[in-house]
């Protein structure tokens, strides 16, 4: 892993998981970031969601608390007041104000953190010092039901200086059982002005995070939160620079939504779904997650079955508008479905195309505009609704 | 079961369903009728959609035919001269006209229905003669996936004769694999003019089977069609006896909505999700809808896990408009949640609802108004996976 400048990271085992694996982490920066952040519009948001809203509205941040076990959601004031009193014991431990962190929640909803546990937890990282380093422990204690750690890098160049893109995500299913799931933190040492960073932000957000689903439930903890620190030194950023940044920061997100969907709860395929030729851009969105989210489509994939009947139907109840005469369909660059009618195929070829490749891809042209997008999925396995069913508080 | 007079039916195997069972059916009025439809509003409708539409608009209607095996969807312009087709061989049949057919279709998408079986099919059903008893025998010819038929029966007064409604549905997941499903057919012996059959038919389609989900998907074939012939011998119709005919249709409709629900595909469990002092009935119906379309809910049902969080989680991403800490859930009539945190309850005697009962209750309490709706689903099992992953066709 490359690490921007000026960030160190670590992470302790508080007894919040009761597995007893690490499970609070901390990244600082050595100076005051710019920062942006994406929250769920869900409206039983965590009470360290409305934290962190003020705490970024407020000025500049220097770091970023996160801990898994319990997702602090649905448990009302006695809730903000554990968040703030996160933010206010990292705040002591290294002499800065609270509102510069953003604190973390991911685990069962409806549980308080223990405040006890986190303090302890925080003390004993900084006992055991931060390193840059210690961000991928960060990483790791922020799992819940992840199977594997997700990272991304990238970089860029601004004002003459190479700039680092680090992003850490987890998110298993939208939803664990009970959990509030999907976090994501970039980390940069790009010097960019707030609004610029919201802004890029926001884009990548919405050409990555947004584009997956893995069973369409939009959890009450999902945060994307960004850092720029500044530390690679860049005096100056040109308008040019800033687009090359935006696409850094884009193909970053991407990859880690990529990994967040092929980490889905029981998956055994990451799915590509890629509308293309559509009237608008809302509307290419909109036929691909329908296919993104059909249950039918994606018990299908775990099932090896290369059935257009369900993608076309799915497209077909999306709310795209489109002439069903002209839609095209191809599953791994098979075409399977033109001018609104199945295409005799090669189904034993379909089906190994279906066992063999761990990413499926599925383009659909609507031939209906020009504007295109992409959702990434997992398929639906017996495995999902066995974590599903069978968990228990 | 109770039929409405002047209607006879028939059915017969005519070769379009692999198994050798019934898969043609055909209802007659012996005079003619006022009808209506509600259709699917899928870009790939079925080509009988089209054809039925039509007929609906040009005048009174004679009967029903209704063949299962092949969907006729996504077949084109020969798919809607194989449903022209259909119309015309019933009306040779009995001298009628063919726009006063409506056409059913259920079965694979994609391969078109064979005429020729089609039209031995109604031949031997006109040689082997319609009766009242032999309606039973078209909604078990309409069947695909279901396990059992589904049927309704309802009765009011209008200008001082009793007047009798019969209903007959078909569905089992929303679509069977590569199925188009949903297909039901109303028979009243009731004299309505047309308009008013139409909006007694819409307002109860809105009331039920458009507040039933078994996987979110909307098929290419789902169609409601309803038929007034009059035989009751009702002159005239009051206000309030509209009312109540509305009231009685409507029930009809909800008792088939529900079975088309428990007989989801997989489904071990009936849930009935109703949400309560809502802002506005749009908002009732999309919060109840988010809990009942959610996989996590869904699955959590299924392990008989009295998991509130998910169904707030669904609350809480629904759109509706609502104070979080004002929600209450109640889950068999045990508050399970209020103002917005989990309530401390008995797990085990939840658990023991779940496993006993086999129609789950959820309440929910959006206190942000007076306006409620109710939504009828089914669990998510194992069986639903292996239903719709292990088909091939």
């Not at 601004?158 to 298993?172: N, P, Y």
């Not at 884009?203 to 999902?222: E, H, I, K, Q, R």
């Amino acid at each position: 892993m490359k690490f921007p400048k000026g960030f160190r990271g670590g992470a302790a085992a508080a007894g919040l998981k009761k597995s007893g694996k690490k499970d609070i982490g901390l990244i600082l920066s050595d100076v005051p970031c710019a920062g942006a952040g994406v929250f769920t519009r869900n409206l039983f948001a965590g009470a360290n969601i409305a934290v962190c809203r003020r705490h970024l509205a407020k000025g500049t941040m220097r770091g970023i608390v996160v801990h898994a076990g319990q997702a602090n959601a649905c448990t009302g004031t006695e809730g903000e007041k554990v968040a703030e009193a996160t933010a206010a014991a990292v705040a002591r431990l290294i002499g800065a104000d609270p509102a510069e962190f953003v604190v973390g929640s991911t685990g069962v909803i409806g549980v308080l953190p223990d405040l006890g546990r986190i303090e302890a937890g925080l003390k004993s990282i900084a006992e055991a010092g931060l390193s840059p380093e210690g961000i991928e422990d960060v990483g790791r204690a922020m799992m819940t039901t992840d199977l594997v750690p997700k990272s991304a890098e990238g970089t860029c160049r601004m004002g003459g200086k190479q700039v680092r893109i680090l992003g850490l995500a987890k998110g298993s299913g939208m939803i664990h059982p009970n959990m509030g799931t999907m976090l994501a933190y970039i980390l940069t040492d790009a010097r960019l002005p707030r609004p610029e960073l919201r802004a890029a932000l926001r884009a990548a957000s919405d050409a990555s995070f947004n584009c997956m689903t893995v069973d369409g439930d939009t959890s009450t903890s999902d945060m994307l939160v960004a850092l720029a620190n500044g530390a690679a030194g860049n005096e100056s950023i040109s308008a040019e620079e800033l687009v090359k940044f935006r696409e850094a920061l884009t193909k970053v997100c991407q990859s880690l939504a990529r990994q967040v969907a092929s980490d889905g709860e029981g998956a055994t395929r990451l799915v590509t779904i890629r509308v293309a030729k559509a009237k608008s851009a809302a509307d290419a969105k909109r036929a691909a997650m329908a296919v993104g989210t059909s249950s039918l489509v994606k018990t299908a994939i775990f099932g090896r079955d290369p059935n257009w009947g369900r993608i076309a139907c799915a497209v077909g109840y999306s709310g795209a508008s489109f002439d069903p005469k002209r839609v095209s369909i191809k599953l791994g660059g098979t075409r399977i479905f033109a001018q609104g009618r199945p295409v005799a195929q090669d189904r034993a070829a379909l089906a190994q195309y279906l066992r063999d490749e761990k990413e499926v891809r599925m383009e659909i042209e609507l031939n209906a505009g020009a504007a295109e997008a992409t959702v990434w999925t997992c398929d639906f396995s017996y495995d999902y609704v066995k974590i599903n069913a069978e968990y228990t508080t």
